[in-house]
């Protein structure tokens, strides 16, 4: 993630600088009048664009507060892998732009906090040129929930990504998933890797993370990925051959979580998920 993104200044520099132009001429250009207009629309134009470099220098200012630097020491099982500067900066700019909610009786802590943007800060920490959405809301269940997004130990789902609307995570399976690291089963890293196939309005397993020459031969790669969990030769659990986005989504949480393994047994499957994050876990050792 970027502090301040170079192509969005140039574009609302020219933008301010086009609107500001046309205003004073199309009001009174051989006038002071009109030319103050022009001024005047640039700077607001100008203006509205650097509000959010502006608010995110100011939030990578502020320190962590000392609650979720203890859970990143504590419970964060890649803390000692990533670079902490960098990926510590993304965490303050996902905590300072996503909205938190607890539901059904549900405490949002800091803890709790940094629990979800920990894993999106780690699957995004590879590629400082991508953004995750500056405004997502995570409603936070105390448990699995149901179809009908009624919490209760008997709902079957743990998480939940949506297009546009927001992500729903159990707290339970939250905790769980950061306190068994080698599982390959981390509903926050789960509903990230949707959040990110979400990017072109739909999930369907690829991603715009994978280069566009690379797509047909990525899709090609799930076909057969799918086939495998299918007939029970794959490391991944049976429901990532629903389809293609839970393919991609549960072997996201296994790329992180089981590197050898999947190296050993799914050889193309992490080479092609090592080119998408430009991450090697097999080197965190």
Known sequence: MQVVNRKSVVFFLVLAGVTGAGAGIATEPSTS????????????VAGWGARRPLRRLLTVRKPLSPAVVGWLRADFPFYRYVERERFERDMKIILSEWTFEGVSGVEVTDELRAAVAAGAALLLHGRPDREWPSRCTILLYPDRFDDEYAAGEDGEFEGMAHSQGPVILSVESVRQGWKNPGDGHNVVLHEMAHLLDYENN??????SLIASASAAAWRELVRKEIRRVRIGRSMLRRYAAQNPAELFAVA????????????RRHPELFAALRNIFRIDPLTWD
């Not at 790329?255 to 050898?260: A, L, M, N, T």
């Open 252 to 263: 996201v949480e296994n790329f992180f979580e089981r590197p050898d393994l999947m190296a």
């Open 33 to 44: 009048a009109g030319w103050v207009f022009g001024v005047a629309m640039f700077i607001l």
């Open 202 to 207: 739909f999930a369907n397993g690829a991603p």
